[in-house]
């Protein structure tokens, strides 16, 4: 991260919000191939065996940061009411991470699971409003009826029967994109009482923790193929490590809003990384929906940012 201080300072750029997008893309970017990767991962072992090694390899990634960077030391000075409030993050962290891969791992195309979680935004800038007191305006519910429009178009089976309406994995993304949403949030309004590195620390401990238990009661076996072990131990370090701090630290210096323009592009590198290294690609129909919901992740986010400023109440 002080590399990219470092870059700033050369550069010549002065202002705290060009720092914040370029750790919002950094964490685009990064959680992008994490789809990539924990698919590869996923097709080689059990969930169980995969969330012990991923979220062990993230804790012990973030551990050795927090120890080097003397973060950890926080941990003893943080007030009663964060603990709290750690611990709610905790859980939450701990159910959108679970629906999280549990959506990779049923839906073929990690590019169509990532362009369903373009609701993330939409539940984003629903909660930013509601608790973070955030404007609203017509072109926003106009950007995120497309996004939903868009996420109801790739879901669609091609099924009348209800319970074959939507491709199965879809209500999982839902989930996923809610509860990550509430985490972003919750992280926005607390940023400034707990460093990042905290923050990320915490997160992987209470799910690590989780899996560990997940794990040891599966009775699944602790030796699994090396190729899979790469794929989880890349994905670990983009998602758990880097992807999510990058994120925490964008925060610090732009609103969630304008941090969602920028991830609202996630589902473009899922794309590109999952056709090179998966050789997937998804159905016409799904890159017309996908389309879609970037388009209107895009207007809703660069409305609620300021950027864009037709119908502002």
């Known amino acids: 991260m002080r590399f990219l201080f470092f870059i ?11 720092k914040g997008y370029v750790f919002a893309l950094v964490g685009t970017i990064a959680f992008s191939s994490l789809y990539v990767f924990s698919k590869a991962g996923l097709n080689q072992v059990e969930l169980a065996q995969f969330g012990f090694y991923y979220f062990g390899l993230g804790f012990l990634l973030n551990l050795v940061l927090a120890l080097t960077s003397g973060k950890l030391k926080q941990f003893r ?17 701990i159910l959108s991470n679970v629906t999280f891969f549990m959506s990779i791992r049923a839906i073929p195309d990690p590019s169509v699971t990532s362009f369903l979680g373009n609701l993330f935004p939409v539940f ?7 608790f973070l007191k955030e404007r609203f305006s017509l072109i926003e519910v106009i950007g995120a009826c497309m996004a939903i429009g868009g996420a109801f178009v790739i879901s669609y089976s091609g099924e009348l029967d209800w319970r074959k ?3 199965p994995g879809t209500g999982l993304v839902v989930l996923n994109t809610f509860f990550a949403a509430s985490v ?7 940023v400034e009482k707990v460093s990042p590195e905290v923050f990320n620390l915490n997160s992987n401990a209470w799910i690590f923790l989780f899996f560990l238990c997940y794990f040891l009661r599966s009775g699944q076996s602790v030796i699994i193929p090396i190729v899979a072990f790469q794929n989880i131990a890349l994905g670990a370090f983009f998602g758990a490590f880097v992807g999510l701090l990058s994120f925490f630290y964008s925060y610090r210096f732009i609103t969630a809003s304008r941090s969602s323009i920028i991830q609202s592009l996630k589902g473009i590198f899922v794309l590109i990384i999952g056709y090179f290294y998966l050789d997937k690609f998804p159905l016409t129909v799904q890159l017309w929906g996908g389309a879609i919901t970037v388009a209107g992740v895009l207007l809703m986010t660069m409305a609620q940012a300021g950027i864009i400023r037709i119908g502002k109440r």
């Not at 984003?124 to 509601?130: D, F, K, N, P």
């Open 8 to 18: 700033f300072k050369m550069t010549g750029y002065k202002s705290q919000e060009w």
């Open 77 to 93: 000075a943080v007030p009663k009411e964060v603990i709290r409030l750690l611990v709610i993050l905790g859980v939450i962290d």
């Open 124 to 130: 984003m800038s629903l909660l930013a409003i509601t």
């Open 165 to 167: 309406f939507f491709i």
């Open 184 to 190: 972003g949030i919750i992280a926005k309004k607390n």
